[in-house]
Every structure is written in C-alpha cells, then in structure tokens.
C-alpha cells in the first residue's frame, strides 16, 4: 500500500509529464469508444431495417419452404391454416405483432416498359407500426385491404417513369398453372434508400394478391418481439407450441448470414485499428516513462541505499504507471461519454447520393448506440496499456547500480 501511495505522490511531482501521459491515454480510450459506439450503431440501423423490410424478429414458413424460397413457391409449400397458427401463437408472451405474410413473382407493365418484381401481399395499414413503409417515406397513400392499388419504389418508377394515380398491369402464374393479369392504381412511391430492394419489390394488399394468384394461403409469419433479446427463447417456444403443425421456425439471423459475416469481419478490422491506437499509447508513454527514469536516477539510487528493494522500485514505477492509466481511462470515458451521446442523439448525416448502389440497407443519417461494455473495455485497455508501457522503465530503474546512480546531480 505505501508503494502505490509513493507512486500516486510521484505523479504529481511532474505534472506536465503526468498530463501528457494521461491524455494520450484517454485520446486512445476516447477514439475507442467512438469507433465502438459509431460501429454498433451503424450495424443496428442496418439489421433493424432488415428486420422492418419484412425479415422481422422471427419467421414461421411451411417445412421445406425456406429452402425453395428463391423460387417464390406458391403450391404446396404455403400455409393454408394460417389462421389456425395464429390463434396457437398470439398469447405467447413477448410477442408484440404477428403478420401473415404473401409472396410471389411476377411482371409489372406501364405504358409499354415491363420489369420482373417481386410482389409483395400484407396488410400495409397494420404494418405501418412497424415496417419501413410509413407515411414518412410514401409519398400518396398507403392502400388498404380491399383497394386495387399498388405501391411502388422509388427506383422502380423512375424506372418505368410512372407517377401516382397511373395505371399498371400486374402479371404473375396462379396456384392452377394459368398465368392472371390485374390492373392496379399506383397508390403511392415508396423510399427507403435502398436502391435494390425499391428497384424490384412492390407492395399490394394481402387479399389482392390472393385474388391474383388464386390462393387463400400465405406464404410465412413474420412477428415482432417485444424484446429482440430474447429472440432465441421465443424461436423455442414456438417450435413446441406449433409441434403439431408442419412449419419451421427461423430467428432473424437465419436470413442475414452474408450480413452477420460482414459484421464480423468490420468488428475484426475495428479490433485491429484499436490494437494500433493502443500501441501507439504505449510507444508514447514508454518514452516519457524512460525519460522520467533518467532524471530520477540520483532518487532511484537514493531509495536503493535507504533500503528499497529492486521489486520495491519496480513497485513504484508500475504504481506511477497504474495511475497514469487511471486518470487516463476515466478522462478518456469522459470524453468519450460525450462524443457517445452526440453520437447516440445527433448522428452523422450521409449525403445525399452517397448510398446508391450500395447494397447494405443503411439509413441516411447514421446513430450510434451506447453500450457500457464499450466504456469498460477501453477503461482497461488504457490502464493494461500504461502498466505494460512503465514496465520497461520500471526494470531499468531497478537495475541501476546504486552506486552509479547516486553519482547523478
């Protein structure tokens, strides 16, 4: 205890070298937590819009339907008792929403240009509360059930160069092998700043697109949970509670293995870019650690003639640098604090243009996201770092012969 207490007292006898020691800690510390904060904020905008572009929280589709997916099934492969799975599952606790949901291709035409899409069929009005298609990023109207109109992508009608209230033609194959066309009013052009996703999805009324197909089944449940948290207990719990039916059960992350890898791969470029931070730190604090020692050397001699052991000096040397990390990490979580609830409150906005033909779902103003974790590990990143930097000077003051040193003035 007297060690760290001589270590803390040696902090303050140099307090410039002590100020520019600690701010590069917390200069690393803070840059960290930035990262962090700015890094899991990006990924959560992007996995939320996932999820509000129709993954959802979970998904309930018929056995063996996820496989043929890509070819958009429309025969045996959807839920014709859908209605009987929904009355199973809606008093499940955490479940805030369950929306049954249609899927199919087909063949949009306007004034005499034609593009393949993928149709969507929902209830637009009910998933308003929770998906991407709201009043803010529609311009006209949502269509409700019942109403023979169409909302297109913004990518899609510069495309096909419609305006709302024109007329398209719908085609697409039926459940008997026949192919059927409808004419739809564009309700409205929908935005989210995803050039693909508007480029090829449409969105209809689930019970238009029924019509057109000639089908009273759909194609999965996409439900909303309370808490995203507790995803993997709940994907449990219905895989019991619908035991009886031939379904499959799929958490979020079944659908976003290309984007979880991506995650993963930044989060290792982000560890890298936080090892270089960090050896920089070190590299800093060694050389001012070093110095330090060199003008300390008639004191280290001194301590030695007194009585003090070389693990004594060393003691003290680590103590000084121990300090040094403290007051560094705990200004650096400041900082960074800071920084963190502009982040978290304010954003980053993106320009305009920057996100065309950019295939990730990213929102145009970027938030982060503040987790303690984040704060924790820079902390102790910062104090580890100091300790291991004062490490070097710590043994050099401990091998000086005391001899030599006491002939220092």
Same mark, same amino acid.
């Given at each position: ?196 996703f508007e480029k090829i999805n ?23 949970l309370k808490d995203p948290e ?29 984007? /979880?890898? !991506?995650? =993963?791969?930044?989060? %290792?470029?982000?560890?890298? $870019?936080?090892?270089?931070?960090? *050896? @920089?730190?070190? +590299? ?26 070389? /693990?004594? !000096?060393? =003691?003290?040397?680590? %103590?000084?640098?121990?300090? $040094?990390?403290?007051?560094?990490? *705990? @200004?650096?979580? +400041? ?27 990213m929102s145009s103003h970027i ?43």
């Amino acid at each position: 205890m007297n060690i760290f207490k001589l270590g803390f007292r040696n902090i303050g006898r140099n307090r410039k070298r002590t100020l520019i020691n600690s701010f590069t800690v917390a200069v690393a510390v803070m840059v960290i937590i930035l990262f962090d904060v700015l890094r899991e904020g990006q990924w959560s905008d992007v996995i939320e819009n996932y999820i509000k572009m129709g993954v959802g929280h979970i998904k309930i589709h018929k056995t063996g339907y996820d496989r043929e997916s890509d070819r958009l099934p429309i025969n045996n492969l959807l839920l014709r008792d859908f209605t009987a799975i929904e009355d199973s599952i809606k008093k499940i606790n955490g479940i805030e929403a369950i929306y049954p949901r249609l899927k199919a291709g087909g063949l949009i035409s306007y004034a005499g240009k034609q593009s393949p899409v993928l149709i969507n069929g929902l209830d637009l009005i009910k998933e308003t509360k929770f998906g991407l298609l709201t009043k803010k990023n529609v311009k006209g109207n949502i269509p409700g059930e019942g109403e023979y109109k169409v909302l297109l992508g913004k990518e899609l009608s510069s495309l096909l160069k419609t305006g709302i209230d024109g007329i398209v033609f719908l085609y697409s194959r039926t459940t008997y092998e026949t192919h059927n066309v409808i004419d739809l009013e564009i309700s409205g052009i929908y935005s989210i700043g995803f050039s693909d996703f508007e480029k090829i999805n449409i969105f209809v009324p689930l019970d238009i697109l029924q019509d057109l197909i000639g089908t009273d089944a759909v194609s999965e449940f996409t439900i909303i949970l309370k808490d995203p948290e507790k995803t993997e207990t709940i994907v449990d719990s219905l895989v019991n509670k619908l035991s009886e039916f031939d379904v499959e059960v799929f958490p979020y992350s079944h659908y976003m293995e290309d984007i /979880l890898g !991506i995650r =993963g791969m930044q989060e %290792s470029a982000t560890g890298f $870019i936080r090892g270089i931070l960090l *050896i @920089l730190a070190l +590299f800093g604090i060694l050389n001012m650690m070093m110095v330090s020692t060199w003008e300390r050397k008639k004191e280290i001699g001194t301590m030695r003639a007194i009585g003090y052991g070389k /693990l004594q !000096i060393v =003691g003290i040397f680590l %103590s000084e640098g121990i300090w $040094i990390g403290l007051l560094g990490g *705990i @200004l650096g979580c +400041f900082i960074g604090l800071i920084g963190a609830l502009l982040l978290q409150n304010v954003g980053i906005p993106i320009p305009t243009g920057a996100l065309e033909g950019f295939n990730i779902p990213m929102s145009s103003h970027i938030y982060g996201r503040i987790m303690p974790v984040f704060f924790i590990r820079a902390f102790f990143l910062g104090v580890i770092t100091t300790v291991i930097a004062s490490f070097p000077s710590a043994l050099r003051a401990a091998a000086l012969p005391i001899i030599q040193a006491l002939r220092e003035y």
